[in-house]
């Protein structure tokens, strides 16, 4: 039942049990959930898998609020995001999974489609709970081959917390693919993205409708800013970066 969400569900979802002034509050301020990183922890153990995807498919998934109010007639909780349903094949194993098996796992995104998922690789952080598989919010970082055969992301990856900044510079390398193709990107997403590629000339080189990265940060770096940033600012605790990777 959507009342008896657990915490760890909460935080995936960023959903907020409501009343109507609740619901006025919410609306008044333009829509706007910020994530419970100050939550206490769930009573019961939250498991981490944490993995270097392909991606197999992201389909939409109906609104679990608006079912249990049209069930029951009460508007019980509000989730300002659209849901998917993401099933991915393990590539590179970081914690709690083998390679190829297929995790199929569910994603909250305020913004739309998960911008991670343009790409058909991703380092994806989630959370296996009594209420089923979650993304932790946002935690996938889409992921690139090199040309020596290892994953990286394109660009910088950063965290910006409260007390807190974590970030590792970007520094030269050499992918094995165009990160992005015009004729495999969808025409309102190459038009929004390509002012981005182009006032990061450093980043990405644009030519003949494909667009290259020329700098990005290691999947294990990518890692460890996700864990001792988000992760840790949400109490989720995770492995160091195994070694022999």
């Known amino acids: 039942m959507i009342h008896r969400i657990s915490v760890a569900l909460r935080r995936a979802l960023m959903i907020k049990p409501c009343n109507i002034s609740v619901l006025i509050g919410l609306l008044a301020a333009f829509g706007t959930v910020l994530p419970a990183a100050a939550e206490p922890a769930d009573e019961r153990t939250v498991e981490t898998l944490v993995f270097v995807g392909e991606l197999v498919s992201m389909e939409p998934m109906a609104n679990p609020c608006e079912e249990e109010s049209k069930r029951t007639g009460t508007l019980s909780c509000i989730i300002m995001d659209e849901l998917y349903r993401a099933r991915y094949r393990v590539v590179q194993p970081v914690a709690g999974?083998?390679?190829?098996?297929?995790?199929?796992?569910?994603?909250?995104?305020?913004?739309?489609?998960?911008a991670f998922a343009n790409t058909p690789h991703a380092l994806l952080f989630v959370a296996v709970?009594?209420?089923?598989?979650?993304?932790?919010?946002?935690?996938?970082?889409?992921?690139?081959?090199?040309?020596?055969?290892?994953?990286?992301?394109?660009?910088?990856?950063?965290?910006r917390g409260v007390d807190e900044a974590l970030s590792h510079r970007a520094k030269p390398l050499?992918?094995?693919?165009?990160i992005a193709r015009r004729d495999a990107v969808p025409p309102d997403a190459w038009k929004r993205m390509l002012p981005w590629w182009k006032e990061r000339a450093d980043t990405y080189r644009i030519s003949d409708g494909q667009v290259r990265c020329l700098k990005g940060i290691p999947v294990q770096e990518a890692y460890e800013i996700v864990r001792q940033g988000v992760m840790k600012a949400r109490e989720v605790r995770l492995p160091p970066w195994p070694t022999g990777h």
């Open 97 to 114: 999974t083998t390679a190829n098996t297929e995790v199929t796992f569910q994603v909250a995104d305020h913004y739309g489609f998960p």
């Open 129 to 159: 709970t009594d209420d089923g598989n979650w993304l932790h919010k946002y935690q996938g970082v889409p992921m690139h081959r090199t040309e020596d055969g290892q994953w990286a992301a394109c660009g910088e990856v950063d965290y």
């Open 174 to 178: 050499t992918f094995a693919e165009p």
